[in-house]
């Protein structure tokens, strides 16, 4: 059991360097914040929070692929 918890240790799962990723380029891209709101004309309406989660489990799906290589 020994063994086994310290070669979990050192090496970090594809998912969680996938997820290191998305929080990464959803931070600089700003994809998946909400549109804040502002005095006069807007042209498009605020996106609906299903339309982020979906959103940002693409990002996460593309993200995925590329520490995987694929």
Same mark, same amino acid.
């Given at each position: 059991m020994d063994g086994m918890? /310290?070669? /979990?240790l050192g090496a970090r799962r594809n998912e969680d360097i996938a997820l290191d990723l998305l929080k990464f380029v959803a931070g600089v891209t700003g994809v998946g914040r909400t549109a804040v709101p502002s005095t006069g004309f807007s042209g498009t309406a605020a996106p609906k929070p299903e339309?982020?989660?979906t959103e =940002? =489990?693409?990002l996460y799906s593309r993200c995925l692929k590329?520490?995987?290589g694929k």
């Open positions: 918890n /310290s070669a /979990s339309e982020h989660v =940002l =489990l693409q590329a520490v995987e």
